[in-house]
């Protein structure tokens, strides 16, 4: 029974005999690609996408794509993955010998199938955002810290590039990613007499008011940020969304 589907401009027939439908599939799309029908780095659909479109079982798809990545073919890459590529990766190391392409920080996520497109790095920023404060003038560091795997990774870098740097670290508390009232994490930071606080981690979207007039307020890359922000030195990051009014009404 012939089925077509397209990839881009290209219109690909799929004739099926009996219970050869796998083979079938492998050669349309090998042939499809030695022609020059299919060229090279066209990007095909994903298994389920294509068993949907072909009424066929996505097995049966996934078991010809692996053919075809076994002939040099296809390349499969994985998703992009944040946090959750720390735990995944040994997963994929081990039985998927699939790419990953992280877009997540963490250094701990990097192996022989594990690539990071991230931006910048989670081991070298703790070590330039040291030169700021110790330029600035700070020596006594408080750190909140994201409650996540990243977050926690963060803070290990940032305690090794602080006290590298001579920077002594008086406090650190663990806050939730999620929108939540944040004040008794920053009453005690205050409590420890800082003069200057650091929040390490990513994604982040902060709603405060901060009046600093002797220290350095620095929002981080990739921040949806709205209140009111004063301070000796204020440092904006790349990628930074910036309202300013009042956080609070």
Aim: with cysteine.
């Amino acid at each position: 029974m012939p089925r077509s589907w397209a990839i881009g401009d290209v219109d690909l027939h799929l004739d099926v005999d009996g219970t050869r439908v796998r083979g079938a599939l492998e050669r349309t799309l090998r042939d499809a690609l030695r022609s020059g029908r299919l060229a090279p780095g066209t990007r095909l659909p994903s298994s389920r996408a294509l068993a949907r479109d072909l009424g066929l079982a996505r097995n049966t798809v996934a078991a010809a794509y692996a053919q075809l990545v076994a002939e040099g073919c296809l390349v499969v890459f994985g998703p992009y993955v944040s946090d959750n590529v720390v735990p995944l990766r040994s997963h994929v190391e081990r039985t998927a010998e699939v790419p990953i392409i992280t877009l997540a920080g963490s250094e701990g996520a990097l192996g022989e199938w594990c690539f990071a497109l991230n931006n910048g790095s989670m081991a070298e920023e703790p070590v330039m955002l040291a030169a700021v404060l110790k330029a600035d003038g700070h020596s006594r560091i408080a750190i909140a810290h994201e409650t996540s795997l990243i977050g926690k990774e963060y803070l290990g870098y940032a305690e090794r590039a602080y006290e590298g740097a001579g920077l002594q670290i008086v406090g650190s508390v663990a806050i939730p990613q999620v929108e939540t009232d944040k004040v008794d994490a920053v009453t005690s930071l205050r409590a420890t007499n800082p003069d200057a606080v650091v929040h390490v981690g990513e994604n982040n979207v902060l709603q405060a008011n901060i009046y600093a007039p002797r220290g350095t307020v620095r929002i981080k890359s990739k921040t949806q940020a709205t209140g009111a922000f004063l301070g000796d030195h204020v440092r904006i990051g790349q990628n930074v969304t910036l309202r300013l009014d009042s956080a609070f009404k």
